[in-house]
């Protein structure tokens, strides 16, 4: 009841008011929504590529001599001069990956020439326009000395089947060592 001179606000306009506040934000909870998604999926790629890291790691730092001698890592295809390694099913943070490992035997031809040094008397080595090479030309060929090891993290996305994967690849050289 509103007395003459007086004024207020009633229940409806309150009640209008606060219907228009609900409507406003409700887009606004959606992007609240729609920017964790977004934030659980970058989770996902961020524990692949630490699962890749640590698994590429791993593998890399054996020594060469023992590449070839991973039989007891999990399952193991070999054919020709390449060995498959199933590493399996990784799970992290409740998600679960699957991490296999591809290492393959290279063989490396290249040819090159010799710095001829006593035909460089001015040999400067942070000058190569001071550098003479040798008119002959050497052949090199680098077979069973480097081996290339190439992993894969794939998993599927929460309400999908789209499948994703993360890789990488290095390279291991026998030094002789």
């Known amino acids: 009841m509103i007395l003459r001179g007086e004024k207020g606000v009633s229940l409806i306009e309150i009640l209008i008011a606060a219907l228009i506040l609900a409507l406003a934000s409700l887009p606004i909870a959606g992007m609240i929504g729609f920017g964790h998604a977004g934030t ?3 989770h996902r790629y961020t524990n692949a590529i630490q699962i890749l890291d640590e698994t590429m790691n791993r593998i890399a730092g054996l020594p060469y001599k023992k590449l070839f001698d991973l039989s007891t890592a999990g399952k193991v295809t070999l054919k020709d001069d390449t060995l498959t390694l ?3 099913s990784v799970s992290r943070s409740g998600y679960a990956y699957t991490v296999t490992a591809t290492l393959e035997r290279k063989t490396l031809d290249f040819s090159y020439r010799r710095i001829d040094l006593q035909a460089s008397p001015n040999y400067d080595p942070t ?3 001071t550098w003479i090479f ?3 030309v050497k052949n090199l060929n680098v077979s069973d000395k480097i081996i290339g090891i190439y992993v894969v993290v794939s998993w599927t996305e929460p309400g999908s089947t789209l499948s994703k994967q993360i890789d990488a690849l290095t390279y291991s050289v026998d030094m002789g060592m």
């Open 86 to 88: 199933d590493l399996g």
């Open 134 to 136: 040798e008119n002959s």
């Open 127 to 129: 000058k190569p326009l």
């Open 40 to 42: 659980q999926k970058d």
